[in-house]
């Protein structure tokens, strides 16, 4: 198994095992289809960076002319540091504190995407004592089922994102008399892994009749953000997602006429398949009825499986013909659900053996954790002949040395 032109045994005997590896091509290849698929329009794509956040990633797509969506402060900080313009950030999140909205006006970001009327006056009340002028769009929760897992879930009206469709009027008429907001856009972002674009389709038409509403109410309306979103094969033999190409015709096919900026807010489809999991097995296990291959990565590592109930290919980084036998794939951690598939097909493999959890590129690094005391583990960037390590694996005291001991128990 390689990534481009490098062996991933290779590069597993230099950095040592579990890590992440990523593909500079394939990248750069996802960001150029998204934007052929937009070809002829105002379009600006924003990464969702929340996806993968590494400043490698963030600085490979920014060189190719990406911007971002940010949901916190701390990834607007990394955004920045990775050289992407204020004037290319979008900022979404329910939960903007003063603190955050106060930094993200020194910065100058091109939008504030709202979500709540209490958001709005607080920002209002900052952008005017600075003497600054916040440019906005409101989240727009359009009620459509995404038809995702109910955890990435968020364009329903019982979810917690955005303000309701049917109310949308009423709050961009009160914004419109508020000091230091000019309105300029609408947003959405209804799920994430859809794999199928009807949702889409539903959303937008929505939101099509609300902007053309909005603009006969004399709002001057130039920005549309559709979010993120779209879904990846992550079992190549059951899901066939929509192509960007496809989502683009048909984003197109529905807003293209209104005139305004594009904006879409990839992640997922950006990072997914950009990135495996490179992890060892340590024991084959032989239980009472079920044979479990317990491998050096684990939930914390890449926690999909054990949250979103997430199907990952496994592969043996060393191809082998012969017969297969199904195997739990378990990590070391102390939970049963640190499981990554059950009863999977994979050949004999034992101790020392490499596999890969494929397409871990997205929300894999970013959401790792330490529970355990497990040291997050190394991200590898390749390009071509070459790799970085692009986040090292920390030591344990780095870990350990986060905890302080009171006085008296010194
Ligand atoms: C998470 C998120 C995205 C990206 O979603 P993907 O499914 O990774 O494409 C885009 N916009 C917002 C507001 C998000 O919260």
């Not at 600006?44 to 990406?66: E, H, R």
């Not at 024991?283 to 949250?307: C, H, T, W």
């Not at 939970?335 to 929300?363: H, K, N, W």
Request: aromatic content about 8%; hydrophobic content about 40%; charged content about 25%.
């Amino acid at each position: 198994m390689h990534a481009e032109d490098l062996s991933i045994s290779d590069i597993a005997a230099q950095v040592g095992t579990p890590f992440y590896c990523y593909s500079t091509d394939t990248l750069i290849r996802h960001y150029n289809v998204f934007c052929e698929a937009f070809t002829g329009h105002d379009f600006l794509l924003c990464y969702a960076v929340k996806a993968n956040s590494n400043q490698a990633i963030i600085k490979t797509l920014a060189d190719q002319g990406a911007g971002a969506d940010v949901v916190s402060e701390g990834e607007m900080r990394r955004v920045l540091k990775a050289g992407i313009p204020a004037s290319k950030i979008v900022y979404s999140g329910v939960a903007k504190t003063e603190q955050e909205m106060t930094f993200a006006l020194e910065q100058g970001i091109f939008q504030f995407n709202v979500e709540s009327e209490p958001e709005l006056h607080q920002l209002s009340r900052l952008a005017d004592s600075m003497g600054k002028t916040a440019a906005i769009a409101f989240r727009i929760n359009p009620d459509v089922d995404a038809k995702t897992h109910a955890k990435i879930s968020t364009g329903k009206s019982e979810n917690k994102f955005g303000v309701p469709w049917t109310r949308a009027r009423e709050i961009y008429a009160a914004a419109a008399k508020l000091p230091g907001i000019r309105v300029q856009g609408v947003d959405l972002h209804i799920g994430s892994q859809l794999t199928d674009l009807e949702p889409f389709a539903e959303a937008f038409r929505r939101i099509v009749k609300l902007i053309e509403q909005l603009r006969a109410d004399g709002h001057d309306i130039s920005v549309l953000d559709l979010g993120g979103g779209l879904g990846i094969p992550y079992d190549r033999e059951t899901t066939k997602p929509p192509l960007p190409l496809e989502y683009g015709e048909m984003a197109k096919n529905i807003v293209g006429h209104l005139g305004c900026k594009i904006i879409i807010e990839p992640g997922r489809m950006l990072v997914g398949n950009a990135g495996i999991l490179v992890s060892k097995v340590i024991y084959v296990k032989q239980g009472e009825n079920r044979k479990f291959l317990i491998i050096d990565a684990a939930m914390n590592d890449l926690v999909r499986p054990s949250m979103y109930d997430a199907y990952h290919e496994i592969v043996a980084v060393k191809e082998r013909d012969g017969p297969t036998s199904p195997f739990d794939v378990v990590g070391p951690v102390c939970e049963t659900g640190d499981t990554f598939a059950r009863e999977r097909e994979l050949p004999d493999l034992a101790g020392g053996d490499l596999v890969a959890i494929r397409t871990a590129g997205a929300y894999g690094a970013v959401m790792s954790f330490t529970y355990n005391t497990r040291r997050l583990i190394p991200e590898v960037l390749v390009k071509g002949g070459e790799y970085a390590i692009i986040r090292s694996r920390p030591d344990y005291d780095d870990i350990i040395g986060l905890d302080i001991l009171p006085e008296w128990l010194e």
